[in-house]
């Protein structure tokens, strides 16, 4: 059966929610050492900058991978939905369509106002997903 809509924004947030945690700890740690330097020098504020795009790329990697356990990213588990093929039920689609499937979250707004006038991510159309109530039993 089909996961409600609320279940996947909360899924959802609760995936955001960790990735900005991570990518906070993660810019914390990598730029403690180039803050503490004082005076603030623009080489300093160059490599912060670019520390920036890096930390960024990383959280757009974790967000793209997030789904590739089974179909199933830590907020979905705690929600217990899954991603599943949706022209073979009850399988987990293929690494690459869990991955390419999450491309369409660059742009949010757009697959947004879409997931909510249709109930499915542009993701989902594009790469035949279907997110469902439990788990999958996993089969490739």
Do not use: H
Request: glycine share 6%.
């Amino acid at each position: 059966m089909r996961a409600e809509r609320m279940t996947r924004l909360g899924a959802f947030f609760i995936d955001y929610l960790l990735v900005c945690i991570v990518v906070a700890i993660f810019s914390f740690l990598i730029s403690w050492n180039i803050m503490t330097q004082s005076p603030m020098s623009a080489e300093n504020f160059n490599k912060l900058r670019k520390l920036n795009y890096f930390i960024t790329a990383i959280g757009l990697i974790i967000t793209m991978f997030k789904d590739v356990v089974n179909g199933r990213s830590i907020g979905k588990r705690m929600t217990n939905i899954s991603v599943i093929d949706s022209k073979r039920n009850d399988q987990v689609p293929s690494i690459w369509r869990l991955i390419l499937r999450n491309i369409t979250l660059l742009i949010w707004p757009v697959d947004l106002l879409y997931f909510l006038i249709s109930g499915n991510r542009i993701g989902d159309i594009l790469f035949s997903t279907q997110v469902v109530r439990g788990k999958v039993n996993g089969k490739r």
